[in-house]
């Protein structure tokens, strides 16, 4: 395999295991469901680095039909090449909603609708509690503390926040930059609860952690100075939640989903919301101004008399 195609195939294998936690933390699918994705998306997975694709994130209506061509001559059954169309389909939806690509070529081999749902969001006072769940008890607490501010702070993606690195934040000027989909780069601000968790973690906290990797470029690392990856990410923020006693689904996105709401709710226009975001595409941002409407929709059969 090429250089260019191992990482490529790296790329992948990483955003299906993204996908998996997605699925069943955002969305709440069974623990069936989403074994049958992955083992869908495995066989998508074998067929790539065999040489199907030559990019995964821009297929071509050929090469998707050499997909299908494939699972044929695997001698699967048409209803059971069905079902991988559609595990394909919701993996590519959840790509284009992580922007991690804008194609939608996937959409012309099957269309069920399964992901036209309103993101989970939770309110202010939910993630206030969240964000005070780390407590000094905790071996890692203000570098804990610095990454859930950091996740609301910025709306950042898990995989923008984990890759964040120290020339990427500006603590004196109030902003960082971060990295999205395409290597593209957007300055967003931060507040002072973020920088001043930021700052007691990179001025007490991170030098402990990187005495044996003093050049580490990330922001936040684990112990020995290695950079924290997504999955860790999904597990501190659940530790969490289940502390300050959150029900539902709770993930790094609910946070981001969060962030997008309650600037909304607070008067803040799209595009702005569009540009922190870093979505190409305002369509996608349109999706927080429905969680909005519903939520004012529940305050209005919650309060008024005749809701």
């Known amino acids: 395999m090429l250089p260019s195609a191992a990482k490529h195939q790296a790329a992948l294998v990483d955003d ?4 998996r936690h997605y699925a069943a933390a955002e969305r709440g699918m069974a623990a069936n469901t989403v074994l049958a994705y992955s083992r869908d998306l495995d066989r998508f997975s074998h067929w790539v680095a065999e040489g199907g694709l030559a990019n995964y994130l821009e297929p071509s209506v050929r090469e998707l039909s050499g997909y299908i ?5 695997e001698e699967l059954a048409p209803a059971s090449i069905a079902r991988h169309l559609v595990s394909l389909k919701v993996f590519y939806r959840f790509l284009r909603l992580e922007d991690r690509t804008n194609d939608n070529t996937v959409d012309l081999l099957s269309s069920p609708v399964l ?3 309103i993101p989970h969001v939770i309110s202010p006072e939910a993630v206030a509690k969240l964000l005070a769940a780390p407590l000094a008890i905790d071996r890692f607490c203000l570098r804990d503390k610095a ?9 950042g993606r898990a995989s923008e926040v984990v890759g964040l690195k120290l ?25 002072r609860p973020g920088i001043e968790a930021l700052r007691d973690y990179l001025t007490e906290s991170r030098p402990k952690l990187t005495r044996t990797n003093p050049d580490a470029p990330w922001v936040f690392v684990s112990r020995g100075g290695r950079a924290l990856t997504r999955i860790m990410l999904w597990s501190l923020v659940k530790k969490y939640a289940r502390r300050a006693g959150l029900t539902g689904k709770i993930s790094p996105h609910t946070l981001r989903h969060s962030f997008a709401t309650h600037l909304l709710a607070g008067g803040a226009d799209l595009r702005t919301v569009q540009e922190l975001l870093g979505h190409a595409n305002i369509r996608t941002t349109q999706h927080y101004t429905h969680v909005d409407r519903e939520r004012l929709k529940a305050l209005h059969r919650q309060f008024h008399p005749r809701g």
Do not use: H, N
Request: charged share 25%; net charge positive; proline share 2%.
């Open 16 to 19: 299906i295991t993204a996908f």
């Open 147 to 155: 990454l859930l501010e950091t996740l609301y702070a910025t709306g």
């Open 69 to 73: 061509a494939y699972m044929r001559e």
């Open 115 to 117: 992901w036209e749902r």
């Open 167 to 191: 020339m990427d934040v500006y603590l004196d000027s109030a902003f960082c930059k971060c990295s999205g989909k395409g290597s593209k780069q957007r300055l967003v601000p931060l507040g």
